[in-house]
């Protein structure tokens, strides 16, 4: 059976100044070794590093998929030469982005296509026995998540269909660029097949019922550079509220051409 494994944990800083995301980075170990997302460049390295002490380098990788085209999840993918798998929205879209889409520049579609390695997908689409792909929109238009049959039961590993803990209580995405509807649908779709979550931005956790979930490994980051005695800085301690995308009406599939 496949396995699942965390390569980098995600999470989010948010300041007054601006925000950054760190996706999780997983690595899916069955017939083949399949990447889901691989960050940002601010955390190129880091993964280059987990790689490392697994024995592994980038060219190992057999395939990618990218769970969605924002940038916190994708702009590692010229480190790899292997297939690119995207679902057929989410490519479609990155072509003609919103303009109030600050997570997909314009330049998006055309990171994503350098030397044409993407495969365009769509909703049950099989990686191979026991891997396969749930289209989850919402977040985004293509936004997909890699639902995989392991030794201890299926693990949905989400991308931002599912960015934490809190969302999967609340059924309400954390930032929606494309529709509130279709984001709770997905998340409900996502819960009525496993109750074991690999999130794009929060440790990897199982629901308890009743309200509860348990992490499967305790969180844990370190923040340098910064001194919390300064004057100056203060530290809220309350979660981002949702976003909604102002413009979000005008999301639809026929202004994709689709």
């Known amino acids: 059976m496949p396995t699942v494994e965390t390569l980098l944990h995600g999470g989010s800083v948010n300041t007054d100044t601006g925000s950054t995301g760190f996706c999780a980075i997983t690595l899916i170990r069955g017939e083949k070794l399949i990447l889901v997302d691989s960050g940002h460049v601010g955390r190129r390295k880091f993964l280059i590093n987990e790689l490392a002490e697994r024995g592994l380098t980038p060219a190992d990788i057999d395939l990618m998929v990218v769970t969605h085209a924002h940038w916190d999840h994708a702009q590692n993918c010229d480190l790899f030469d292997a297939p690119l798998l995207i679902h057929t929205h989410e490519l479609q879209y990155a072509r003609n982005p919103h303009e109030n889409d600050w997570a997909t520049p314009r330049w998006t579609a055309a990171m994503l296509e350098f030397e044409s390695r993407v495969q365009q997908i769509e909703e049950g689409y099989e990686i191979e026995p026991g891997v396969r792909i749930m289209h989850t929109?919402?977040?985004?238009?293509?936004?997909?998540?890699?639902?995989?049959?392991?030794?201890?039961?299926?693990?949905?590993?989400?991308?931002?269909?599912?960015?934490?803990?809190?969302?999967?209580?609340?059924?309400?995405?954390?930032?929606?660029?494309?529709?509130?509807?279709?984001?709770?649908?997905?998340?409900?779709?996502?819960?009525?097949?496993?109750?074991?979550?690999?999130?794009?931005?929060?440790?990897?956790?199982?629901?308890?019922?009743?309200?509860?979930?348990?992490?499967?490994?305790?969180?844990?980051?370190?923040?340098?550079?910064?001194?919390?005695?300064?004057?100056?800085?203060?530290?809220?301690?309350?979660?981002?509220?949702?976003?909604?995308?102002?413009?979000?009406?005008?999301?639809?599939?026929?202004?994709?051409?689709?």
């Not at 931002?160 to 509130?180: C, H, M, P, R, Y």
């Not at 923040?223 to 919390?228: A, N, Q």
């Not at 309350?238 to 999301?251: L, S």
């Open 137 to 258: 929109p919402g977040h985004s238009a293509g936004t997909i998540a890699v639902i995989v049959d392991t030794d201890n039961g299926p693990v949905a590993v989400t991308g931002d269909g599912i960015q934490s803990a809190q969302v999967a209580l609340t059924k309400q995405n954390a930032l929606v660029f494309w529709s509130e509807k279709d984001a709770r649908q997905s998340i409900e779709r996502i819960l009525a097949a496993t109750d074991m979550v690999h999130p794009g931005h929060d440790n990897p956790f199982r629901l308890l019922g009743d309200g509860r979930f348990e992490y499967i490994v305790p969180k844990q980051l370190t923040i340098t550079g910064l001194d919390v005695t300064d004057p100056g800085v203060v530290i809220d301690r309350q979660p981002r509220p949702p976003e909604v995308m102002p413009g979000i009406e005008t999301q639809t599939l026929v202004r994709l051409g689709l």
